[in-house]
């Protein structure tokens, strides 16, 4: 069964840095999945945050440009999210998703886009 576990939240500071993990099990190869964060923000649903695809083409929220990073390492079946220059607005809970086929990178996939969805991990970010 395809299992999506996050980790590394936490509560930080306006202005540090965090780094989120995602480990991937149930996968024959991560490498051709489209693989993506999402955050659901207090009082507000669900929104993407960034994605990747199996050609490592990248989409990033405009809120998040310049201070997010979305990689992968496909050896260890683990995705991450860099997040620099945490600003308050950016506490919430963070899932990571995956899909087996998507790969349209013009912008973040909406939520029906994704298969396999994380239990989520915190980031709390204080001013």
């Known amino acids: 069964q395809v299992q999506l576990v996050e980790s590394g939240g936490g509560s930080v500071q306006a202005g540090g840095s965090l780094q989120l993990s995602c480990a991937a099990s149930?996968?024959?190869?991560?490498?051709?999945?489209?693989m993506g964060w999402f955050r659901h923000l207090p009082g507000k649903e669900r929104e993407g945050v960034a994605a990747?695809?199996?050609?490592?083409?990248?989409a990033y929220t405009d809120s998040v440009k310049g201070r997010f990073t979305i990689s992968r390492d496909n050896a260890k079946n683990t995705l991450y999210l860099q997040m620099n220059s945490l600003k308050p607005e950016d506490t919430a809970l963070y899932y990571c998703?995956?899909?087996?086929?998507?790969?349209?990178?013009?912008?973040?996939?909406?939520?029906?886009?994704?298969?396999?969805w994380g239990q989520g991990t915190q980031v709390t970010v204080s001013s």
């Open positions: 998703a995956a899909d087996p086929s998507y790969s349209d990178m013009r912008g973040v996939p909406g939520a029906p886009v994704w298969t396999y």
């Open positions: 149930g996968f024959t190869s991560s490498m051709y999945y489209c």
């Open positions: 990747l695809n199996r050609f490592d083409d990248t």
